[in-house]
């Protein structure tokens, strides 16, 4: 079935530094979705990426969706410690199907 | 308010008996989930359904039944025959298709098997 690989697992940065996480699909997806996961609360919505190619910036945040469809990447420019959590990407593969399947998660530790 | 409603928070459960996990939305979305969440472990998909009356397993639905017979609601059943039924269960809602199909989680219910 369907895998989504993320890396790193855990990553640990002083405030100020950035911070990337990449995913990576095993098949062509229709579209990427990142999440954000505060620690003891449920996952929030954070993007959805659809075109090859396509980036969009949130702020301090920028997500890339790679030209094959099969991966993706958040940046997190100058990292505060609000931005503590656990990041997820999520992808479905289409063709009728709506099985969103999650990465493992890069969890991110800020030190002030 | 809108949103996806799951309850009881926390859950204590004796080995050996049957479980069931509540999850409700009033968002009118099309498609719910049901994941399990292990430190370490990111989210893993136990089931799926994107109507009424039809659902299909994750890729770890053994030990696991759900059943979708209104929109609304899509309870989760932990059945005895799950090895290690402990873990964090979270609920999501998303519509289909159409653009925008971001899932929305509940607060998610805690189980501990003892």
């Known amino acids: 079935g369907q895998q989504v690989m993320q890396i790193p697992q855990y990553q640990h940065v002083q405030e100020g530094e950035d911070f990337t996480t990449y995913c990576n699909s095993s098949?062509?997806?229709?579209?990427i979705q990142w999440y954000k996961q505060r620690p003891g609360g449920h996952p929030v919505f954070l993007i959805q990426l659809v075109k090859s190619g396509e980036v969009k910036k949130q702020k301090r945040l920028t997500f890339q969706f790679g030209e094959a469809k099969k991966n993706s990447s958040l940046h997190i420019t100058a990292t505060q410690t609000t931005d503590v959590g656990t990041y997820f990407c999520a992808g479905t593969s289409g063709a009728g199907s709506y099985q969103l399947t999650f990465g493992k998660g890069t969890k991110l530790s800020v030190i002030p | 308010d809108g949103g996806i409603t799951q309850s009881p928070k926390y859950l204590f459960r004796k080995e050996g008996q049957n479980v069931t996990l509540s999850c409700e939305q009033n968002?009118?979305?099309?498609?719910m989930y049901w994941y399990r969440q292990d430190p370490g472990q990111g989210l893993r998909l136990i089931y799926y359904?994107?109507?009424?009356?039809?659902?299909q397993k994750g890729d770890i639905a053994e030990g696991y039944s759900v059943s979708r017979e209104k929109k609304e609601s899509f309870p989760l059943t932990v059945t005895s025959a799950q090895k290690n039924p402990t873990a964090f269960y979270l609920c999501?809602?998303?519509?289909?298709?159409?653009?925008?199909?971001?899932?929305?989680f509940g607060q998610g219910t805690r189980l501990t098997v003892v």
């Open positions: 098949t062509t997806l229709s579209n």
């Open positions: 999501a809602s998303s519509t289909l298709g159409g653009g925008n199909t971001e899932a929305f």
């Open positions: 359904s994107q109507i009424v009356n039809d659902f």
């Open positions: 968002l009118n979305h099309d498609a």
